[in-house]
């Protein structure tokens, strides 16, 4: 901004990775050259750095212990009120440069995908939109915590986080606005878990603060040394979506195409490469910040330590089962058949695993043999009767709970 006498400053959020911290360094030392002057701020996290209850090197190696602690010892900061208007810009002869344009970068103009579970445009103002239309218009976030594992279309969750990983939307904004919502109409614990989430997304930064590099090593932030595979031809297999395993191909598809995947296919996926493969999981890892949308360093790779069993988890050598994901997040098979058209003639749930197709069943379709076939798999090929619909069915919003076995086992369930 300028000042009276026309000094330029540069002001920009804090951030706390190593090349983030090299691009930081480098404009400071351009700044200074150029006697502008810098100010930072941390503003991309619920919870302030200096109102955490603990020093850095002290926070939790559990995201139970440091939610709990926060929740009991920290008061979110409140928000800060725009202006309606600024002041006109100074009339002083500063050159202000130019904004490339996207055909100026030599990319082509971006279409969302016509299937895309995230249509949206970037900038506050769709940001803002968005957050008025999951609470205000539609009440969507009254029910959230019971569709937040879907995977079609696009209000099965909040979509916030593209927006929030690049500054677009601020989480004690987000915060704010739940807290309005609980008070006029509804608090109950689908509410709640937008919070929740958002306290998610602090403690992976703060972890990413506390261990700096450490959270890319192959060893991880807990320093397990693990024998890594670095198969590239089995990597190719995953990230092109050929693995032969749908539920997985569906999630990796949906990436490319769209740049966007659910929560529970980002699980799904990332535990298939490193439990299932055994692959290195920084190439998985590396895969999702060069195809996401609404890619967080922190976020990212803080959650791959933890698919990988080298991170934040207090459950040893946790690992999905891909059938049983498959049947319980999309028993009639309409995701996969949604991405993986080949799979289109294969009917109902049967189509998580069309190499069993026998008989009447069988499907004469141009799909590969899975990759590999896990031992645990052959307890949910019963779950599938003749008719189409799979035994133990849940009932709606029974599977959405299961989520929460990913990140802490269910006595640590959080209450509201």
Request: proline share 5%; with cysteine.
């Amino acid at each position: 901004m300028l000042k009276n006498d026309h000094k330029l400053f540069l002001v920009f959020q804090e951030e706390v990775t190593r090349e983030e911290i090299d691009v930081e360094r480098a404009l400071k030392k351009i700044c200074k050259a150029e006697n502008v002057e810098v100010h930072t701020i941390w503003n991309a996290t619920l919870y302030n750095k200096e109102d955490i209850p603990f020093k850095v090197s002290h926070v939790p190696d559990t995201y139970t212990g440091f939610r709990k602690s926060v929740e009991s010892q920290c008061e979110v900061r409140s928000t800060v009120k725009m202006p309606d208007t600024l002041k006109p810009f100074p009339n002083v002869n500063i050159d202000l440069g130019h904004i490339p344009s996207s055909k100026d970068l030599g990319i082509s103009d971006f279409l969302p995908h016509p299937k895309s579970a995230f249509p949206w445009k970037g900038g506050e103002t769709s940001a803002l939109k968005r957050v008025n239309y999951f609470l205000w218009e539609s009440d969507k976030v009254a029910k959230y915590k019971e569709t937040r594992n879907g995977l079609i279309g696009d209000d099965y969750s909040t979509k916030f986080s593209a927006w929030l990983s690049v500054g677009c939307l601020s989480p004690r904004f987000v915060y704010s606005e739940v807290k309005k919502y609980e008070q006029k109409r509804v608090s109950n614990q689908s509410t709640y878990w937008v919070i929740f989430e958002l306290i998610w997304r602090d403690y992976f930064r703060y972890v990413a603060l506390k261990y700096g590099d450490k959270m890319f090593y192959p060893s991880g932030i807990m320093g397990k040394h693990i024998e890594w595979k670095q198969d590239m031809k089995k990597f190719d297999l995953w990230k092109d979506g050929k693995t032969g395993v749908p539920f997985v191909d569906a999630n990796m598809r949906e990436l490319a195409l769209t740049g966007w995947m659910s929560n529970r296919g980002r699980q799904n996926v990332a535990s298939f490469l490193v439990k299932d493969l055994g692959i290195d999981w920084r190439l998985g890892a590396e895969w999702f910040e060069s195809q996401l949308i609404d890619h967080d360093v922190c976020s990212n790779y803080g959650n791959w330590n933890y698919a990988a069993g080298i991170g934040n988890d207090p459950r040893e050598n946790r690992k999905f089962n891909m059938i049983k994901q498959g049947l319980d997040y999309d028993p009639e098979g309409e995701f996969v058949r949604l991405w993986v058209p080949e799979l289109a003639p294969v009917k109902n749930g049967k189509v998580h695993t069309p190499w069993t197709l026998t008989g009447n069943d069988f499907v004469d379709i141009d799909y590969p043999k899975p990759m590999v076939i896990a031992p645990e798999w052959s307890r949910q090929l019963g779950r599938v009767n003749p008719s189409g619909f799979y035994k133990n069915q849940q009932k709606k919003g029974m599977g959405n709970q299961r989520g929460l076995d990913f990140y802490f086992s269910n006595k640590n369930q959080p209450k509201k």
